[in-house]
């Protein structure tokens, strides 16, 4: 009704840097990569892969940027739906808009992130919500129990305290991301620094210990302003 685009799309298949994860998560990360390449190994035991999986986090420790690596690494472009605007004040629209997303996601076989799930899949017992919204987590729970494996199927949430119970248990796995230890906030210091990484390096250690506690994309904001100047 906006007009605005229900899915924006991120092509990295030209290359992406790997997202700076404790080594658990990124290894949780690149099985669900390896099972897409090695297919037919788990088809000759009756195993599928993965379909779809929820992380979980605050906001700016990686969640976006590796469901962006995923995509990019199984060669296929990352489309994100906006649940912002997929939301409508007409009645029972919201879930057409979503039912036509998940038909238009798994005719192409696309890795598809719900982005900030949290925002419309709540808990239906929260009788602060509208009837609409709770019809609308009965249509996501269906769409998702519907998702075959040719295509991926991720969400993300940095508040799990309000989604779905029932949600939880329709993603075959979960991946939790945490604040960064120093030792990631000083290699991601590095990385940001780019091509001055060189002229900042009596500093590196200085900046990752002022940086400490902070998020990733802190970190790249706060590297970024400090090159500008």
């Known amino acids: 009704d906006s007009r605005m685009s229900l899915i924006r799309v991120f092509d990295d298949r030209a290359g992406l840097q790997a997202p700076l994860l404790p080594p658990e998560l990124f290894k949780q990360i690149r ?11 788990l088809a000759a035991h009756g195993v599928k892969p993965t379909r779809s999986a929820i992380l979980v986090g605050p906001p700016g420790v990686g969640k976006t940027l590796s469901a962006r690596w995923i995509a990019a ?12 605007t997929v939301m409508s004040s007409l009645l029972g629209k919201t879930g057409n808009n979503l039912r036509m997303v998940f038909d238009h ?4 076989e696309a890795v598809l992130l719900l982005d900030e799930i949290d925002a419309i899949a709540k808990r239906r017992s929260d009788e602060s919500d509208v009837g609409e919204l709770k019809r609308l987590v009965s249509a996501i729970l269906q769409e998702v129990d519907a998702w075959p494996d040719t295509g991926l199927l991720l969400a993300a949430t940095n508040h799990p305290e309000l989604v779905d119970p029932a949600l939880w248990r329709r993603f075959d796995s979960i991946l939790t991301f945490e604040m960064s230890d120093p030792s990631t906030i000083e290699t991601a210091v590095r990385r940001f620094l780019g091509t001055d990484a060189m002229a900042f390096e009596p500093f590196v250690h200085l900046l990752a210990a002022s940086l400490h506690g902070h998020s990733l994309s802190d970190v790249e904001r706060a590297v970024t302003t400090l090159r500008r100047n």
Do not use: C, F, Q
């Not at 669900?32 to 390449?37: A, C, L, Q």
């Open 31 to 41: 099985s669900i990569v390896r099972e897409r390449h090695e297919r037919a190994k």
């Open 73 to 84: 690494e199984i060669g296929k472009p990352l489309w994100v739906l906006d649940l912002t």
């Open 105 to 108: 996601a798994r005719a192409n």
